[in-house]
């Protein structure tokens, strides 16, 4: 009789098919006395729990960007999980460069920030709001921002009445400010 899986996805490392565990994740490449592959992602991952969904996502993508994960003092904070050759899971704050001071940006829980926003001479308060208009900006658009200077295409963004609108997210000439265009 064939042992019902419950397979999340592919493994990015072997290819083979990512299976839950009562502890997390594992590729069936990693199971038994030889395993062959070294993919096992623990359930819980900075004091959060991750769902299958996010899972099935981090294993296409390798990168995810999260809210929800907490300190031993249980402040939460988000981060960028990424996927390491190793089968290693990083945490990651910082998605890119800042395009007006060249400073790193961080992921916080309502903006993308600046790291030089307290530099004591050449302070910088470059940011990007993550709810703008109604859209969450994900990881790839914020990025987009900051390496291309506009998003790649329009997002779909509300008015008080409700009525949709669409626009792309630029900078302002300045490269202070995030602008629709
Ligand atoms: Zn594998
Ligand atoms: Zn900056």
């Not at 089968?87 to 060249?102: A, E, F, L, Y």
């Not at 004591?120 to 859209?135: D, E, K, L, Q, V």
Request: neutral net charge.
């Amino acid at each position: 009789m064939e042992t019902e899986k419950k397979i999340v996805g592919r493994c990015p490392l072997c290819g083979g098919n990512v299976v839950k565990t009562c502890k997390g994740y594992r590729c069936e490449n990693n199971i038994g006395e030889n395993p062959t592959c070294c993919l096992n992602i623990n359930g819980i991952l900075g004091n959060r729990k991750m769902s299958d969904e996010e899972i099935t996502e981090f294993l296409t993508t390798r990168r995810i960007m999260l809210d929800g994960f907490a300190t031993k003092e249980g402040k939460t904070f988000p981060t960028v999980l990424e996927l390491g050759d190793d089968g290693s899971v990083n945490m990651q704050s910082v998605i890119g460069k800042c395009p007006h001071c060249g400073g790193d940006i961080r992921v916080g829980s309502r903006a993308f920030n600046c790291s030089n926003f307290h530099h004591p001479t050449a302070p910088c308060t470059f940011s990007i709001w993550r709810n703008i208009g109604g859209h969450q900006l994900t990881l790839t658009e914020a990025q987009e921002i900051c390496e291309k200077e506009i998003t790649s295409s329009e997002l779909e963004m509300f008015r008080d009445d409700g009525s949709v609108y669409r626009k792309r997210l630029g900078l302002s000439p300045d490269k202070l400010q995030i602008v629709k265009i």
